[in-house]
């Protein structure tokens, strides 16, 4: 007969055997340094984590630098947060989205600008963590050349975390990245006419 009891006890064993296994995982992970995170694919939030990642660093006191990359526009929520923590440095670089701006020369001038601030904070050990929020792009649009950029990551501080945002991350700088994770799209409130909302989208 199935009681609870006999529930109960299966669970605990599950959970016993479960703990060994992470234990064992944590255990044999012993190298501190740097990582690499690569947050891509077609759904929402990608940019949400990394400024999440943001405020985790802050919290341990990491100084903290961000460029973005395509955005344009000033006084997001986000940047109205961090800009206020004096740990935090906030480069809003990009010419806008290129369906908008509709002019490539531009773009990638503004991307190699962008990539000139990004490259000077892969070299300063002061930062903890660089955050290169929907790089991905200029490697799309062939605005960067992806050699050189993870030149530049495999040469930063051994203890400088990087997390590097955007859809269609090529498999090089994949490869390069201890962390890939793909935000995958189900659903989204934007094609069923919402607009982009303050604290949500904005």
Same mark, same amino acid.
């Given at each position: 007969? &199935?009681?609870?009891? /006999? ?10 055997? @479960? @703990?060994?296994? +992470?234990? =064992?995982?944590?255990?044999?992970? !012993? ?5 690499? +995170? +690569? #947050? ?6 990608? =940019? ?22 395509? @955005? =344009? ?13 004096? %740990? ?9 989205? !290129?369906?908008?701006?509709? &002019?490539? /020369? ?37 605005? #960067? %050349? ?7 990551? %495999? &040469? ?16 090089? #700088? ?7 994770? %793909?935000? &995958? /799209? ?17």
């Amino acid at each position: 007969m &199935n009681t609870i009891a /006999d529930r109960d006890e299966r669970h605990a064993r599950a959970m016993a055997r @479960k @703990k060994q296994v +992470v234990d =064992s995982a944590i255990a044999a992970a !012993t190298e501190d340094r740097g990582v690499i +995170v +690569v #947050l891509t694919g077609n759904g929402k939030g990608k =940019s949400t984590s990394a400024f999440g990642m943001v405020a985790r660093a802050v919290g341990h006191g990491l100084k903290v630098g961000v460029v973005q990359f395509v @955005k =344009s526009r000033e006084g997001t929520g986000e940047e109205r947060f961090f800009t206020r923590h004096p %740990e935090v440095q906030w480069h809003v670089l990009g010419a806008g989205f !290129t369906w908008e701006t509709q &002019n490539r /020369d531009r773009d990638a001038a503004a991307a190699r600008h962008a990539w000139a601030v990004a490259r000077e904070m892969l070299q300063d050990p002061g930062l903890g963590l660089v955050v290169l929020d929907e790089m991905t792009y200029a490697f799309l649009y062939d605005w #960067l %050349e992806i050699d050189d950029v993870v030149a530049a990551l %495999e &040469n930063r501080p051994r203890r400088q975390h990087v997390v590097i945002t955007g859809r269609h991350a090529p498999n090089r #700088l994949r490869e390069a990245a201890d962390t890939v994770a %793909e935000i &995958n /799209d189900v659903k989204h409130a934007f094609r069923a006419g919402i607009r982009a909302q303050r604290g949500i989208d904005l």
